[in-house]
């Protein structure tokens, strides 16, 4: 698991190191995203509990495809607040996109040895667009740590949609060995307009009873994109 780390720690060194290279703005592009919600809604679970979410991110991206940001947030899993750091390389050919990046969490107000790395993902995703109607699937690796105490872990997740409705259907799969639960849910999207969303979230297989809050969710979230 230590070795399985430190090539995610390479990768994203090498990635960070490869976007930041220099440009001209004709080769790049860099934005900023600030968002407002209810809840945070993460992979069918209120991360938030009762308090409502704000976030942000910076991004940066190059023509060849590689890119980075950071997203931060009011409030994580473990009640603190959060940043991720991520990078990665996308690509489009005709209608279909391919994506691939490592995202580390970070939760700094937490207590215990956290460091970069401990909380980290390797994320595959594969779309395809045409006119009104996409789909996208996407697979997740938890690269975890022994320090994070996270074990081993899968998420899957298939996505449908046709116009401004979706469809997502996510579950997560661990190893004996991790105290993550293990649940299936499904989301129900509508895109209202470029800013407001509405996502209607349903816990639908936790036989272990692992997830505390198995109510139907409701959040509403509001996001405004800046081009820099």
Do not use: C
């Not at 409502?52 to 940001?69: C, E, T, V």
């Not at 473990?78 to 996308?90: K, M, N, R, W």
């Amino acid at each position: 698991m230590q070795s399985q780390l430190g090539s995610a720690r390479s990768l994203l060194t090498a990635a960070v190191l490869g976007v930041m290279l220099p440009v001209t703005g004709a080769f790049a592009e860099t934005s900023a995203t600030i968002s407002a919600s209810n809840m945070y809604l993460y992979r069918g679970v209120n991360l938030s509990a009762a308090s409502p979410q704000i976030a942000g991110s910076l991004d940066y991206a190059h023509n060849s495809g590689l890119y980075a940001g950071i997203w931060g947030s009011s409030e994580g899993a473990t009640g603190s607040p959060e940043y991720d750091l991520y990078a990665g390389y996308s690509v489009e050919l005709g209608g279909i996109s391919l994506d691939a990046n490592i995202t580390d969490y970070n939760y700094p107000e937490t207590t215990g040895a956290e460091k970069l790395g401990d909380f980290s993902e390797l994320i595959l995703s594969a779309g395809y667009t045409q006119d009104k109607m996409g789909a996208e699937l996407k697979i997740v690796d938890g690269l975890g740590s022994a320090t994070a105490g996270t074990g081993g872990y899968y998420y899957t997740a298939l996505t449908g949609s046709y116009d401004k409705v979706s469809l997502t259907w996510g579950s997560y799969a661990v190893d004996e060995q991790s105290p993550l639960p293990e649940y299936q849910h499904i989301d129900i999207g509508f895109a209202f307009n470029d800013e407001v969303s509405f996502t209607v979230s349903t816990i639908t297989d936790d036989d272990d009873g692992a997830i505390a809050e198995d109510d139907t969710l409701f959040a509403v979230t509001w996001t405004k994109t800046f081009e820099m």
